[in-house]
């Protein structure tokens, strides 16, 4: 070859060169990308852990033991309170029984002499359930006065001379709201456990004729959690109305927001946009604290001036992610041992109801937090474009232009530092989604939620869900004590 004909040939080659080694990074970075997102799991993310098991996931590790103890036993562990089925000094039935048949003499035990009680067993049951078909025959009187007088329907008769009774329509409306049971099968449950038939489409409408009377109800819940001292704020995606996305949207789905304390439970239908936040309790909680994980609606001035507490559990999961980012690096483990131990004296000082943390131990605790967050900050300067990099800078920068809303639980015990007890009552919206899938109606599922959070509210009061169900539907549904009658 030529000397020209070589150079081209070394011209080409090295142009080939460059285009593999480009395709090479690129390769590299989405295999990182990969990676990265097949390592997400329920302990470094906020992924479900129904998802840890996929193929091609990282499983979370088992959490580590504190101390140098035996190893956790399935079970029971000592120590811890155990239930039974104890002994009624009353029962509410006695039954004497007595041998039957023949003796081997030939004679009959029914003859024989009773020599007392030697033994007792007692047997917990529930009887037979059947319905049962009542007919009112409404008489009219007159009085001595002249006066006609009319006997009414029975309580809870609905219009029409046969229908049925608000006991079968509380336990048709708790199979569909609490336990997630379709209309259909729920026909079919009570039909092989009472012999009622009602139709699908009376069960159905149950839903919107338990709910209608609730209106008062919701309110005063509503009310009741604007004056908490703290309130936990959580949303979770649902599968609602018709399965083609709507303008602008990729899927077909709305949100369900929850505003929640111990006590009270408020639910509402609507989406992620402000203008479902600004309709929601949210904007009414300037003189409390919001417990919530981070979501940047939360933080828009149009919800007014509101004081955050950052949900520290969603916190750590970042920190464990972080960790993992980033090996060799000692203070994610440091900021998350903090955290923790901060968590835990906020726990022990309200179980022993003290007042505060020990100012000791909580400035030793926020020191080393502090520490971890500015090591972390100048071993993680800029915003790296390897994947996790970019959110673990974030988060340190989090955790120091945000310390106040990240440890004010440290500081006033009766803020919670995370945002479980809203997971909890999001968790029947998640169930609900894995059994029964798409609701059909938007209208009927704001009224499955002002159900459930009338039901969740008054359980947290102490009050059977059956009892307040046939409450509501008589008319007259439980309503939460204000904290200060006038």
């Known amino acids: 070859m030529s000397r020209d004909e070589l150079v081209v040939l070394v011209r080409h080659q090295a142009g080939q060169i460059a285009e593999l080694r480009e395709a090479n990074e690129t390769l590299v970075g989405r295999l990182a990308r990969v990676e990265h997102l097949l390592s997400r799991n329920s302990a470094n993310s906020s992924s479900p852990p129904s998802k840890d098991g996929e193929l091609g996931r990282t499983p979370p590790e088992k959490p580590k033991r504190c101390g140098e103890g035996p190893a956790r036993t399935r079970g029971k562990q000592p120590g811890a309170p155990g239930t039974n089925l104890a002994w009624r000094d009353t029962p509410d039935e006695q039954v004497d029984r007595f041998p039957e048949g023949r003796c081997e003499c030939g004679h009959d035990l029914a003859d024989a002499v009773d020599l007392g009680v030697i033994d007792c067993c007692q047997q917990h049951e529930i009887p037979v359930v059947s319905v049962k078909v009542t007919q009112y025959d409404q008489h009219r009187v007159r009085c001595g006065c002249g006066r006609v007088h009319t006997a009414g329907q029975p309580e809870g008769a609905r219009s029409g001379i046969v229908g049925y009774g608000p006991n079968l329509q509380a336990f048709?409306?708790?199979?569909?709201?609490?336990?997630?049971?379709?209309?259909?099968?729920?026909?079919?449950?009570?039909?092989?456990?009472?012999?009622?038939?009602?139709?699908?489409?009376?069960?159905?409408?149950?839903?919107?004729?338990?709910?209608?009377?609730?209106?008062?109800?919701?309110?005063?819940?509503?009310?009741?959690?604007?004056?908490?001292?703290?309130?936990?704020?959580?949303?979770?995606?649902?599968?609602?109305?018709?399965?083609?996305?709507?303008?602008?949207?990729?899927?077909?789905?709305?949100?369900?927001?929850?505003?929640?304390?111990?006590?009270?439970?408020?639910?509402?239908?609507?989406?992620?946009?402000?203008?479902?936040?600004?309709?929601?309790?949210?904007?009414?909680?300037?003189?409390?604290?919001?417990?919530?994980?981070?979501?940047?609606?939360?933080?828009?001035?149009?919800?007014?001036?509101?004081?955050?507490?950052?949900?520290?559990?969603?916190?750590l999961r970042d920190l464990a992610a972080a960790g993992e980012t980033y090996p060799d690096a000692h203070w994610p483990t440091q900021i998350a041992e903090a955290l923790r131990g901060l968590v835990h004296q906020a726990n022990l000082a309200r179980d022993h109801d003290q007042a505060a943390i020990d100012t000791a131990i909580r400035t030793e605790l926020i020191d080393t937090f502090c520490g971890g967050v500015r090591v972390g900050l100048s071993d993680t300067l800029g915003h790296p474009d390897r994947p996790g990099q970019r959110k673990a800078r974030l988060l340190l920068e989090v955790l120091r232009d945000r310390e106040a809303d990240v440890l004010r639980f440290a500081h006033d015990l009766k803020v919670p530092p995370t945002s479980n007890q809203a997971e909890r009552d999001l968790r029947p919206a998640k169930v609900q989604q894995n059994i029964s899938g798409r609701l059909t109606s938007e209208d009927r599922t704001q009224d499955?939620?002002?159900?459930?959070?009338?039901?969740?509210?008054?359980?947290?009061?102490?009050?059977?869900?059956?009892?307040?169900?046939?409450?509501?539907?008589?008319?007259?549904p439980w309503m939460p004590p204000h904290p200060n009658p006038a």
């Open 172 to 315: 048709a409306v708790y199979l569909m709201v609490v336990h997630f049971i379709p209309a259909h099968r729920c026909v079919e449950l009570l039909a092989s456990l009472t012999g009622a038939t009602p139709s699908v489409g009376f069960v159905h409408g149950m839903l919107k004729r338990t709910a209608t009377p609730l209106g008062e109800v919701t309110q005063r819940i509503r009310e009741l959690i604007t004056l908490a001292h703290a309130v936990c704020c959580d949303e979770t995606p649902i599968k609602v109305g018709s399965r083609a996305p709507k303008p602008g949207k990729k899927k077909a789905e709305r949100y369900l927001l929850v505003a929640c304390t111990e006590r009270l439970t408020h639910y509402l239908l609507g989406d992620r946009s402000m203008q479902t936040f600004t309709t929601s309790v949210i904007p009414e909680l300037t003189n409390s604290v919001i417990v919530h994980d981070r979501y940047q609606n939360y933080d828009s001035a149009a919800l007014g001036q509101l004081t955050h507490q950052l949900c520290c559990q969603h916190l």
């Open 448 to 476: 499955r939620y002002t159900i459930r959070g009338y039901l969740s509210t008054a359980t947290k009061h102490g009050h059977n869900m059956i009892d307040a169900l046939h409450e509501a539907i008589l008319g007259r």
